[in-house]
Structures are given as C-alpha cells and as structure tokens.
C-alpha cells in the first residue's frame, strides 16, 4: 500500500471519528447515568427556604447526547426549585451534553407557612427526557413549621411553650428587666448571623429526658453542616443581664456557646447551668469576663476553648465533667480550663478571684501536658482557685491554686472516637473517678436525672454510675 493512499485512509478515519463525535446518539439504548436518583432535603422549616443540593446528569456515549427536556413536574406551584446548566426555569428543553461530558442540576426548596403543627413531607420529582425514554431524579423534603423571629427584641415576661420550634434569624435579644421563660422540650434554632443576646433574665426550664430538655443549635440541620462548631453566635449574657438560671439545656455547635459580661448586680450568680450540655464550641465552651458562674452536673466537651474565666470574678463548678479531643472540625491546643485574675485589653488591672471546682474532671487528648492553666498577676484584691476531688491531666499542681486529693490517671470514658466524632463521657466499671468524690453538698441527681449518691459513694464528674 502506498504511503499516499495510507494517509488518505488515515485522515478519512479521522474526519470519520470526529462526525461521530459531533453527531448526535439517537438509539434509545444511549447510556445516561444520574449522581443520584433521589435529593433528600432534611429538616426545612417553613418560609427559611434551604440550601441548595444537585444532582449530576452524565452522558457516558462518545456521542453528544440531547436531552428534549429537564422537567421538575411540580411546575411553577411546586415548593422545589431548580437550575439547570444555568438556567432557572421549572422546564428547559434541548439541553445538549457533549460525549462523556455532565451537566449539574441545582435543587432548592421554599415551603410556605402553614398552620399544620406537625411534620410533614413533600415531595416531587424532576423528568428527564432523551431518545423516546422518560426517567425521573425523585425529591424530597422534610418540613416543619415553627415560631420566627427576625431581629426582634422580646420585652415584658415572655414564655415559650414546645408547641412549635423557634427559629431566630439575624438575631434575638431579650431586653432589660424583661424575662424570658424557655420551658422543657423547646428547640431553638440560631441562624448563622443570629446572636441569642440576654439583657435581662433567661430561665431555661428543661427535665432529664432528652424529650423534655431545651435544645439551643444552628438551624443548618443538613449534613454535613449539622455537625460543623460555629453554626451560629451563641448565648451573651451582656453587664445588665442577671439572675439567669439554665436547666436541662443542651447548647450545640455554637462559635461562642455561653458568654457572661461582667459580675452580678445582685446576690445571685450571674448565670447558673444546672445539668446541662455545652458542645463543639469553636472557640469557646463558657467565657466568662469578670463574672459570676455556677455550674453543676455539667459537661462541656470538644470546644476550641471549654472554660474560660477571665478578668477576676466569682465561680464555684461541681460534678462538672471537662474533656476536649481533637478531630476534624476543631484542634484541642487550649487547656480544656484557664483562670486568670488580670485584664487581657493591656491595662495591666487586676480584679478578685475566687473560684472552687469540687468532684470535677479535666481531661483531654495527648497533645497537652497540662489541661489546667491558673494565672495570677501581683493584687491587693482577694485570689483564691481551689481545687478538691478532682480528677485532672496534669503534670503538676498549678501554683497559684490550692488543689488536694488531685488523681492524675486516665478516666476511662465510656467511648471516644475522634474518626467518627463519637464521644460517651459515662465512665467505665474500671474508672479511678468511681466512688472517689466528696458527698457533702451532694445534689440529688446527675446529669442523667439519676440518684447522686450510690451505696454511701459519689463519682466524679457529671454522670453517676449506677
């Protein structure tokens, strides 16, 4: 064969493959795969809309491959929404895919108000049609109605039944000498840009069981964003606040989770959390600025900073269990509790300090030799940290802290596993903290609702072996 007529034959095969790849397939048998048959959206309360979710259509021919139409079959009346290759219409017709090429198609949802108190479910489904066949992507949403607040402020005395959930979006703020009464089974949920701001009293009247415990977290409840820390602000509690008592309250994935300004204007402590949770705080579990904290039966776990008490004040924690581990959202290189007696703004001021931890847990990871940083600066002013049966990850006793009867070895929590992001902080049959606190001043029940103080003997931190 001559090399003439081979190179003819070549650029003939070309031309010949490149018309088939610029022609359409046309067989009903073209292969047509979709990243998914069925976009789930989870919880969507009514009016707040959702995020957006897609869906990939892939033409796997070496042919182009038009679609005749991409329909959603809702219509225009449908509570979906989508955008397909950049167009936002219920219906785009002849969408063209290059061989082996995808395109996205992007689903939102907007479910209008309802008076229905109940969950319900929507659904629809969005055609696709190529080649005389018909094949359906399905849709469907989960919705729920609930109370909103938009940037309102709440004054008088206000209380919130669990008839409904709350939804703040762009903030809440309770006013001064107003109090809000938050009573068991509510769930609140915060938008990213809505602060929970108490300038008078919050009251959070939760019990044990999980149904009837108050629930503060962001409103973003799709994964992965579920489980993200910094999904919303968190709880200030600003100078004016006070008499703020928390009970049965589980605080989630908040930026700040509790924030208390300034000391107590009467003799009650500023805040008091009574059996309550505070987790995956991305920088701060409790911050609390020259103020005046009680907690009890308390655990707060996995937070860029757990406890931080600064500028002085008044703090009494006990049963309180303290623990931080480093996984995929958050870095654990803070002592899960720090005390200081001085200002951090460069004034150099000092303020009192009296704080006393009784039957508590301070633990975490392996990357810090010490969970537990006392500071004190030179004063006139009263300083006194004290801590007693507490089990702690500390190579020494802080110096200026009076500490006794102080256990250094592990805890053994029930599960921890930082892959999963599953923490159980109950203590295993083997746990050097059982039986090994002080019952005076006991109360009756732990963290779980259960009795305290079994046969005569109290643990240490916020769960009671039974």
């Not at 082996?100 to 949802?109: G, M």
């Not at 309770?174 to 938050?182: A, C, E, P, R």
Request: proline share 4%.
């Amino acid at each position: 064969m001559s090399k003439t007529l081979l190179l003819i034959l070549s650029l003939v095969f070309i031309s010949v493959s490149s018309c088939k790849k610029n022609s359409f397939i046309t067989g009903s048998d073209a292969s047509v795969n979709f990243s998914a048959d069925t976009i789930f959206f989870d919880t969507v309360f009514t009016t707040t809309g959702s995020v957006t979710q897609s869906v990939k259509i892939i033409n796997t021919n070496n042919q182009k491959l038009l679609l005749n139409d991409v329909k959603l079959m809702g219509g225009t009346n449908s509570v979906f929404k989508i955008n397909v290759d950049g167009t936002a219409s219920s219906t785009v017709n002849n969408v063209e895919l290059d061989p082996n090429d995808s395109i996205y198609i992007f689903v939102s949802v907007y479910i209008n108000p309802t008076t229905n108190n109940l969950h319900f479910i929507l659904q629809d489904s969005i055609q696709v049609a190529y080649n005389g066949n018909t094949r359906y992507i399905q849709l469907q949403a989960y919705g729920q109605n609930a109370h909103f607040f938009n940037a309102q402020t709440i004054s008088g005395n206000v209380s919130w039944t669990n008839d409904l959930p709350y939804v703040i979006l762009g903030g809440l703020a309770v006013d001064t000498n107003s109090t809000l009464t938050i009573q068991k089974g509510c769930k609140i949920y915060c938008h990213a840009d809505a602060p929970f701001i108490v300038n008078g009293t919050l009251s959070v009247q939760g019990e044990k069981y999980d149904s009837t415990r108050v629930y503060f977290q962001s409103d973003r409840l799709d994964a992965p964003y579920n489980n993200y820390p910094a999904g919303w602000p968190g709880i200030y509690f600003s100078p004016a606040s006070r008499d703020n008592v928390l009970e049965f309250a589980f605080i989630n994935n908040a930026y700040q989770a509790v924030v208390a300004l300034g000391p107590s204007t009467d003799a009650n402590p500023k805040i008091t959390l009574n059996e309550c949770v505070i987790n995956n705080g991305y920088d701060a579990g409790i911050l609390a600025v020259q103020s005046n904290v009680q907690a009890r039966n308390c655990l707060i776990s996995n937070c860029g900073k757990n406890i931080e008490l600064t500028d002085g004040g008044i703090y009494n924690f006990s049963y309180c269990t303290v623990a931080s581990y480093s996984n995929q959202f958050i870095s654990h290189t803070s002592p899960v509790l720090s005390i200081n007696n001085y200002s951090s703004d460069g004034t150099n001021s000092t303020f009192s300090l009296s704080a006393s931890f009784v039957n508590c847990i301070f633990w975490g990871d392996s990357s810090l030799n010490n969970e537990v940083d006392v500071e004190k600066q030179t004063t006139s002013n009263g300083f006194s940290v004290n801590f007693s049966y507490c089990l702690w990850l500390e190579k020494n006793n802080p110096a200026d802290a009076t500490a006794s009867n102080m256990l250094t070895t592990n805890p053994l929590f029930d599960s921890v596993n930082n892959i999963k992001m599953y923490y159980d902080f109950h203590l295993q049959n083997n746990s050097p903290a059982l039986s090994f606190g002080t019952t005076v001043g006991a109360p009756p029940f732990d963290l779980d609702g259960n009795p305290r103080v079994v046969n005569g003997f109290t643990d240490l931190g916020c769960f009671q072996k039974q």
